[in-house]
């Protein structure tokens, strides 16, 4: 590995923070929760890393095991970055993270987010819906900036989202990437998102409704 600073503990805590606390890492492994990335792809998410930056984050995390180098499926396809599954049990990790984070009296609720980090608060939020027993089931296609797809799954233990696209959707949602965020935080609501065009619901609206109000 190319890091050398270490806090030299025994404490598992400190261990892990020395495998992933590098500025960026645990930020490239947000933006593979939901699929692989090529690289050009995480350098237009993480816009504030250096490509030699990115490139020796990628590295690390690969040559600890949380991450993978592959060829992308199909016809043409080039290298991609994947989380193993050992990179994949960090989720639990970043989304308490993430939830520690909004009780913050110094956090920008303002500032840019990627679209990712949106569509993966959305998926944290969905767990408070379905604790509370909100009946719905069904397969919602997600479109964010007309450039990002997502398929959502509502079922019966929770909402799964995959980047992808989904073949025949109970619902379609269309919407703005700075909507999304204005939604997430309670600074909008999705009824003015759709009267202004913003937003565009179509089919089974119940999907997205449930989460999103």
């Known amino acids: 590995?190319?890091?050398?600073?270490?806090?030299?503990?025994?404490?598992?805590?400190s261990h892990a923070l020395d495998l992933v606390g590098e500025r960026w890492g645990l930020l490239v492994v947000r933006e593979l929760l939901l699929g692989p990335k090529r690289f050009a792809d995480l350098r237009n998410a993480?816009?504030?890393?250096s490509s030699n930056i990115l490139s020796t984050r990628l590295r690390d995390l690969a040559e600890i095991g949380v991450l993978r180098k592959r060829l992308a499926d199909g016809p043409g396809g080039g290298p991609v970055y994947e989380l193993t599954?050992?990179?994949?049990?960090?989720?639990?990790?970043?989304f308490a993270l993430g939830t520690w984070g909004t009780s913050s009296p110094f956090w920008d609720r303002q500032a840019p987010s990627t679209v990712d980090s949106l569509v993966l608060a959305l998926r944290a939020q969905a767990e408070f819906v379905f604790?509370?027993?909100?009946?719905?089931?069904?397969?919602?296609?997600?479109?964010?900036?007309?450039s990002e797809s997502f398929?959502?799954?509502?079922?019966?233990?929770?909402?799964?989202?995959?980047r992808a696209s989904a073949a025949q959707p109970d619902a379609v949602v269309?919407?703005?990437?700075?909507?999304?965020?204005?939604?997430?935080?309670?600074?909008?609501?999705?009824?003015?998102?759709?009267?202004?065009?913003?937003a565009k619901l179509g089919g089974d609206e119940r999907l997205i409704r449930s989460l999103i109000k």
């Open 1 to 13: 590995m190319s890091r050398k600073r270490s806090y030299n503990e025994g404490c598992p805590v």
């Open 46 to 49: 993480l816009c504030g890393a």
């Open 85 to 94: 599954d050992w990179g994949r049990a960090l989720e639990p990790v970043l």
């Open 131 to 146: 604790l509370a027993g909100a009946p719905v089931a069904g397969t919602c296609q997600l479109r964010v900036d007309d």
């Open 151 to 162: 398929v959502l799954r509502f079922g019966e233990t929770g909402l799964e989202v995959t």
């Open 174 to 198: 269309d919407i703005e990437s700075r909507t999304l965020q204005k939604l997430l935080t309670g600074d909008d609501t999705l009824d003015d998102a759709v009267d202004e065009g913003r």
